[in-house]
């Protein structure tokens, strides 16, 4: 965990890798709990009979599945003391480049891009890769937006 003592120390590293975070199982079981959350329940990510004669040979995990799983990434990689609130502003962009099968293991590389003041904050630009265990080729990459407030 890379840790920075305030919105200025975070400044210093804009442009550098601040670390990769821990892995994560994609289960069946976190599968079908995002299915039935979000109401997205296609056949390719619950139905595992069906999933077996699909070209993946099981079910996968939805594309925003695994991009809900970055913020849980980003705070394993790094903290910024003094912050009284950390916001989701956005996303930039987002591109699912492969498939996570169920019972993946996956992980981020976190890049910080920008720290840019704003009225009340500073606004925080992070580039994630969310990388398979077995594979060169990343699952997702995407430009994420954070509003820090100060305490």
Known sequence: MRRFADV????????QI???????TVTQDMID?????????????VDRERAKASPF????AHG??????????????????KI????NYGCNKVRFT???PSGSRVRGSIKLL????????????TEATVRLEASERPACIAELVAVLLPV
């Open 33 to 45: 709990r995002f299915a039935e959350a979000t109401g997205d329940d296609q056949w390719i990510h």
């Open 114 to 125: 920008s720290v840019e003041d704003m009225a009340r904050g500073v606004r925080v630009t």
């Open 84 to 87: 009284g609130a950390s916001l």
């Open 8 to 15: 200025q120390d975070l400044r210093t590293a804009q442009g």
């Open 98 to 100: 492969q498939p996570v």
């Open 57 to 60: 040979g099981t079910t996968i």
């Open 64 to 81: 925003f599945l695994t991009l809900s799983l970055i913020p849980r990434m980003l705070y394993g990689v790094y903290s910024v003391g």
């Open 18 to 24: 601040l670390g990769e975070s821990d892995w994560v």
